[in-house]
């Protein structure tokens, strides 16, 4: 996972109809732009009782394709004020280059940003920050990670947002134009085997879904 960055800021002098590599351009400037508005917002919020430490922000592609969604931080994450850093990322990483799916086209976030020490303390105005940051990635497919992430998604008032069955490894319309699927969460199978593989069960379906993307 890689954290946004800058765009180089391009010209069209030449008073000609902008090329399809520009228009993409300046849509990934945007989305670096307002992603970067929502950190500094996410970062100056007092609603939430987390003392000292930082909000835990999302990382990835600004226009990703594919968006991750789990729902509070591990200490690591919490360390660095990454989503999906240490462990969790390492074994999302190779998860991803088994199913050689780009890891550039993923964008991984929590559903409570907030390290506080208990996940319902987080404030419910927070926690719908999601549907922003959904709006600014836009991406083609929400995987959703465990039971409460999945409760918080059908709790925000995400725009023609459909009901997601509790369908492990099953792809559904969230929206018109967005995908989810519904896997464990990836926190709990690090150590246990069974959990190892209900867990890729269920997230090799992405693989799939993947691989049939239109390649353009």
Request: glycine share 6%; net charge negative.
């Given at each position: ?84 850093y240490g462990r ?121 879904w993947w691989a ?5």
């Amino acid at each position: 996972m890689h954290p946004q960055g800058q765009a180089r800021e391009p010209s069209n002098q030449r008073g000609m109809p902008a090329t399809d590599d520009e228009i993409r351009e300046k849509y990934l400037e945007r989305a670096i732009r307002e992603l970067n508005a929502f950190a500094r917002e996410v970062q100056s919020c007092t609603q939430c009782p987390r003392g000292q430490l930082m909000p835990v922000l999302g990382s990835g592609h600004p226009q990703a394709d594919i968006f991750l969604i789990k729902h509070s931080a591990r200490p690591s994450e919490v360390e660095e004020g990454v989503a999906f850093y240490g462990r969790t990322g390492n074994a999302l990483m190779k998860s991803l280059r088994r199913l050689s799916i780009d890891p550039l086209a993923v964008y991984g976030t929590l559903c409570v940003k907030c390290p506080v020490p208990d996940p319902v303390m987080a404030d419910p105005g927070c926690v719908a920050r999601l549907v922003e940051e959904l709006a600014i990635v836009s991406p083609k497919i929400v995987v959703v990670m465990g039971p409460e992430a999945l409760a918080v998604l059908g709790e925000l008032d995400i725009p023609l947002r459909r009901e997601l069955a509790p369908a492990v490894g099953e792809i559904q319309q969230l929206t018109p134009t967005m995908e989810a699927l519904y896997v464990p969460n990836i926190d709990d199978a690090l150590d246990e085997e069974d959990a190892k593989r209900e867990f890729w069960k269920a997230f090799r379906v992405l693989g799939r879904w993947w691989a049939d993307l239109p390649p353009y």
